[in-house]
């Protein structure tokens, strides 16, 4: 696609993807509380006294939201550059599976029962994802996290075999009649002790099984120092970083604009190129 | 109002809003105490059993109180150079909460039954944000929570995001039948599991309801690692301000006086105007 | 008491409070498995079933146990050169409390039923509080608890009043029906949440109070950030001094040696006077 | 052994020892999935309806598994230079341990319901630490761990008397009726309690009890800052001294290549010589 596009597309795109104009500011306004509502109307749907008594307006209200992200889906196509990266990206996805669930219930109008198609309305949650736009803020958080994820990973493999052989172990130790059925129920069990949740469906009722318990526990309530040690200072050399002298620019201010051609975000404001692919943006 | 205040009203002000004096520190103590008094009365109140027997004298005692407070709320009216300014402020306003409960049980008194009046009696707990007057002296911890307050928000809606879609997806697959009744239901169990709370009320008991629950235990042991690393670096960072050398006095030792006309307090000792106001302190 | 003491005194005051000789070595190590041995015999007694097997075993032990403890008390007094500062310290209390017990049960022999004896005999679990003489030397670790003492004591002060704000509020929304039987009940089922411990003894089932319930485990997981912070900064800027070149002897090599004079620790290896009385030490 | 070994050895060598060569790399991935296959197998023949259902394909595959890693086992040995070494060694031990359970439970055919036999099936879960291999790359990570220990150790060893005496309080207060029916059972709880688990299959119900509970929780989630602190001082530093100029190869690049003569791993990229015993290495 040329740099010559229709005038009322370059509107919409700016509607669209910059906060800058008041248009902008008003659509993500209304998507966010579009957004909201939605998710906020599944989840009371879902509450079966309430779908009942309010079925007719749950329906309307979730016809209409399905018709404004609809509307949202088919102009973020037309405006973007590269149509195809757009609906195969994370979001584009995230945009399509908003509105296909009740397109689909609408075929399928009367085998209402269906377990697919009760799976597939809840997908209509995914939805709270479309606000994953608006967190991109806090560059620091994000690139601090991504730093010791690897590190973090290593740690939590190590948990996992710690909980294999103590779930074993406790398998063993307390049997069936406590409530250690299986293996695997009691690595799940040694998950939920660990990490210091501690439901109490299962819990150790003989003195030595009690006593590995104890032992878990203490371990969980030590080792949780190792991630936060790792993030902490993963996150305190990532601000020294940023207050450091000859590095002065490390947060810039971006603005909310996306390229037309790549959909790059995260620009820095008043930039004038694409810095991902060069593409002119627009001012 | 000028400067050329009564005698008395000076010396209230000073018992008041310093605690220099002995006056002023007796007054503190006697505050401190009817605070913490009220507070333990409310909760003996509560007590059914306690209630019955000692209704005569927690009645008493309540009375005593709320007139001691009313004192103090008046007192502090009249020696304020701006009362309008305090009774609309934070203290303002729980100096009159503390008050009024008792004297609207009073014209109200035959219909002890009434639901509104009982959750008005209970506001007297909040009494116990008088407290918060001697809490202020730790300026760092303060200023570090507010600094790194904007990214533990991030931290947390992402959490509640991660909880939606959680609490779909265990809703889903554990259904009604294991206690996970609607979504609303589900979020809240995922909230109670990812925080490692635990409460155990509601458990998963489908082998892929349990993995999926373990999933969540392993990310909220991992991720409660994310806010605390924040607050480590920003509290280090806040620390290591403090101990510079080029700025030696960034804890300035302050006094508990507060401004006669603008209320603002922390003024460093000594100080003869006020920083915020330029009205003169007492000194 | 001049410093003519008799050789064996000096002999008996080396074994008891060096860990140098031999003999010292042995007497710490006798203690330390007579500590161990107590306390687990202790927690054995009050297994019914275990306690009506092996009565007599328990009994005798106690005895031996009790006599050992009742030699150590009588040499620390002997052997010290302030008797009475060293039995009105932390450690003599404590020496005193591990063995009266025993000897009141002789007196009231007959009475065991008593609940004052009982809870008598269980002090002797204070026995344990005599390993902390061998806890000492982590003076780093302590040092930043204590510089942190005041910091956590003030958030833990601010945990408590939100445990009494929410505790009310729970009361008031959940009431008797769901276990929220008084203010006080309230109080404590909110510090086990927002504590993230979670028994479930008592869990919300109104949908207002599991939203107040999931704010309140949302806030306990993101201010547990707060003290860890805390404790971290001043963990780390505790061991930046100690790792400060212009201080490089911040940690020196201590020994076990307490003053005859006045029962100071921690005397630098070699020291030939107290640092804190100036008395001279043995060599 | 001379360095004069055939052919077929060295290229065996290379194939278990290094991940270099394609073949190592096949044989790499293959054992990861066979340990991993193994570690699901035990965990489904747990569940008993799997059993019943699959037993001679749990059988077949636990056979397939148990040549395997015999290969694997015998392999090792005979490549390794000093094979007394690598079989006492901790790797040594975990891979015999792979291996023999399903041996002896052949001998034992008949008698499969022997408690013990039971165990030494169960003890195949171990395989698990086979995976441990892999996990040695995070060099900061376990040394980190490990500089801490000691603190950490002390730490937990004080929340351990913390534990045992606030244990008997409640086992004074509470009693049998309660669930605390002996000491050992209310330390269990405690230490349930101040790690934050909180099963709640043992609650305090009287109102003193509960006070000294909500005192152990505030203390426990108030204390867990100490060993977060301690592992975050600690690891920040140990990130400095990496980041440190003047030490610029602390972190060499490492192969996985080990010593033939004496089973040492980590040696840097391009060493041509042991570090530990100076044997020559293949390059």
Redesign the interface.
């Known amino acids: 696609m040329s740099t010559a596009t229709t005038n009322w597309k370059t509107k919409l795109h700016d509607i669209i993807y910059e906060a800058d104009t008041r248009a902008g500011k008003l659509f993500d306004v209304i998507l966010l509380m579009a957004i909201i509502a939605s998710?906020v109307l599944?989840?009371?749907e879902?509450?079966?006294s309430f779908d009942q008594k309010f079925h007719d307006f749950l329906n309307i209200s979730e016809w209409i939201i399905t018709v404004l992200f609809s509307i949202e889906y088919i102009a973020r196509i037309v405006t973007v550059k590269k149509p195809l990266k757009y609906i195969t990206s994370f979001y584009g996805i995230i945009d399509l599976l908003s509105t296909i669930p009740k397109y689909i219930s609408l075929i399928f109008g009367g085998i209402h029962a269906l377990a697919a198609l009760?799976?597939l309305r809840?997908l209509r949650?995914?939805r709270?994802?479309k606000?994953?736009r608006y967190?991109g803020?806090?560059q620091v958080?994000t690139s601090?996290?991504k730093a010791s994820k690897?590190?973090?990973s290593?740690?939590?493999?190590?948990?996992?075999?710690l909980c294999?052989?103590f779930g074993?172990l406790m398998?063993?130790i307390e049997g069936a009649a406590s409530g250690f059925?299986?293996?695997?129920?009691s690595?799940?069990w040694c998950?939920?002790?660990?990490?210091?949740?501690?439901?109490?469906?299962i819990?150790p009722v003989t003195?030595i099984g009690?006593?590995i318990?104890?032992l878990i526990?203490?371990l969980?309530?030590?080792i949780?120092?190792?991630?936060?040690?790792?993030?902490?200072?993963?996150?305190?050399?990532?601000?020294n970083k940023k207050?450091n002298p000859s590095k002065p620019n490390n947060e810039l201010p971006l603005n909310s604009q996306s390229c037309e051609n790549c959909l790059a975000e995260n620009h820095r404001d008043h930039a004038r190129h694409c810095y991902n692919c060069g593409e002119k943006l627009y001012e």
Do not use: N
């Open positions: 998710v599944v989840m009371l879902s509450i079966e009760r799976a809840l949650v995914f709270i994802l606000l994953a967190l803020a806090s958080l601090a996290i690897a590190k973090i290593v740690f939590l493999f190590a948990v996992l075999i294999i052989i074993t398998y063993l059925t299986s293996i695997p129920v690595v799940y998950i939920v002790t660990l990490t210091t949740v501690g439901f109490g469906d819990a003195p009690q006593f318990a104890a526990m203490i969980g309530y030590g949780i120092a190792v991630p936060t040690g790792i993030v902490s200072a993963e996150y305190t050399s990532h601000s207050q």
